[in-house]
Structure formats: C-alpha cells, structure tokens
C-alpha cells in the first residue's frame, strides 16, 4: 500500500582549508541566510543546504525555456571541517570516508595569504588536498571513486581593504605549491623512497602533484585527474554588517550538486 522511498544520500561538498579563513561562517551563511559569529572549530559539522532560486543549476539544462513550473532546487550538505593545523585530519579523512561527495571548497582569506607565511601554510594544505585527491583518482578500481571532484578555492574576505583579487591569489598559490612540490620530492629523495630497485618502485611519482617533472605546477594540471580547480572571490561578511558577496559561489555550487 504504502511506497517507502529509498533513502537517498545527499551530494555533500565538503569545507576544508587553514584556520580563521571563512569556513563555519560560510557554512551558516549558506543554510541559514545570514553569518553569525563563529569560534574556531575544534570538530566537523555540518548542515543541510538548499542552493537559492536565483542559482542555475546543472539540472537547468535539460530544462525548456517555456517551463514555468517550479524550480526544484537542489539539497546537499556541507561538510565543515577544523582548520588549525592538529585538527586537519577531520578533513583529510573526510575526503577519503565520505560517501556521494560532490566537491570541495577551500577557504581562504584574501588579505592574510599577502603575507609570506600565511601563504605558504595554504600552499601546503592545498598541495596535500589536491594531492589525496590525486591518488583517489590514480588508485580507484571502481568508477564510483573516480567520480569528477572539481574544487573551488574560495578567495574569502574581499571586503577588506587589503584582500588580494582572485586572480593574483591564484598565481601565488600555483607559485607556491611549485616550491612545496620541489622540497616534498627532495624529501622523498633523502629518505630513500622511490630509489632505484625500491619495492613497489614508482612511488615517487604518486607522491608528485600533477604532471611528473614539469617545472612549474598549473591548476590545469589537475584535468588529468578529473579534478577541475576554480578560484572565486567573494565575502561571507559584508562592508558595514550588509550582507556578504557569495553569488560566485552558489553558481560553483549549482554546477556540482
Ligand atoms: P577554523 O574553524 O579555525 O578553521 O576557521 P574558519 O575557517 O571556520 O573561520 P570562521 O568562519 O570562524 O571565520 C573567522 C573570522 O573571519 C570570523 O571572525 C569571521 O567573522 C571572519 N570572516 C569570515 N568571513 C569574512 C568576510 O568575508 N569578511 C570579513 N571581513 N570577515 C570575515
Ligand atoms: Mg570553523
């Protein structure tokens, strides 16, 4: 009499990226409509979404210019995770556990990566992202695991007046990551990993991010394993309490789910 619908696991997108760059205030401003005031996480969390009507998405496609029925707008949850340093494993393992995940958004802030430091701690814990996500794609046997995973890095904070534009932060990243990529391959030479008649030789490229030997590593290298990265701007807080600038992000978002 009664059809009981099959449980359906949600998309999920997951939130990962350093410490005070945005992420939980993201998170409340995309199921609530409004940010509130955060403090640093010390555990995942998560919420259910529903991308706004506004949004275009990927369903829309198939979808006449005629049809003036209501949109269903799609639902996902977003996965937040810690940003401090001790915590990241919540994230790395997240990306490996969880399942139906869709995309990931890094957050950061756009004034803080101008300084020295702060960018090379992003550089690091993107490198490591992109890299895991690399190695699902090269180590998956089935073709649930190696599904498309784009990632968004949100350039978060372009209210402030020293906020670095979307475009600059991209170059500096990719130049970064250059680096961490050479001193993580010397790493690798030093200890002996991937030496000549090593078992399991190879691995020394698997442990690469992106293409094996180029001298400069590029987003786009990341295509190879169906891994599409984007940098957006934006600002979760706006100027004078107004409400932040997020469209730019819900259109990744719309895209994905
Ligand atoms: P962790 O939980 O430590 O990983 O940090 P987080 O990424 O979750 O950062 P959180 O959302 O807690 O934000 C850190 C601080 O940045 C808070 O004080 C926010 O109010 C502030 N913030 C977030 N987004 C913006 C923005 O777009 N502009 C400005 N000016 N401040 C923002
Ligand atoms: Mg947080």
Redesign the pocket.
């Given at each position: 009499l009664y059809k009981t619908q099959a449980p359906r696991v949600l998309p999920t997108i997951l939130l990962v990226?350093p410490?005070?760059?945005?992420?939980?205030?993201?998170l409340t401003l995309f199921a609530t409509g409004h940010?509130s005031?955060?403090?640093?996480?010390q555990s995942p969390q998560s919420a259910i979404c529903q991308t706004p009507s506004s949004t275009s998405t990927s369903s829309d496609r198939y979808r006449s210019e005629n049809d003036t029925s209501a949109r269903d707008q799609p639902t996902f949850t977003l996965l937040?995770t810690?940003?401090?340093g001790k915590l990241r494993h919540h994230a790395l393992s997240s990306l490996n556990s969880t399942s139906a995940l869709k995309g990931l958004i890094f957050?950061l802030d756009s004034a803080a990566v101008s300084s020295a430091a702060n960018l090379t701690e992003a550089a690091e814990y993107l490198h490591d992202i992109l890299l895991l996500l690399q190695k699902r794609h090269t180590g998956a046997k089935t073709s649930k695991n190696a599904q498309p995973i784009p990632v968004l890095i949100a350039a978060?904070?372009q209210?402030?007046f020293t906020s670095l534009p979307a475009g600059l932060i991209k170059q500096r990243l990719e130049a970064e990551i250059t680096k961490v990529r050479a001193t993580r391959s010397k790493g690798l030479m030093d200890s002996g990993v991937g030496m000549e008649g090593d078992v399991g030789g190879g691995s020394e490229d698997a442990e690469w991010l992106g293409e094996f030997g180029s001298a400069a590593f590029g987003f786009e290298q990341m295509r190879e394993c169906d891994v599409e990265v984007s940098v957006v701007g934006g600002?979760?807080?706006g100027e004078g309490g107004k409400g932040?600038k997020v469209e730019g992000w819900w259109e990744w978002v719309g895209g994905v789910v």
């Open positions: 990226g410490s005070g760059g945005g992420k939980t205030s993201l940010p005031q955060t403090q640093t996480s937040d810690p940003g401090h957050v978060n904070k209210d402030v600002n979760v807080r932040g």
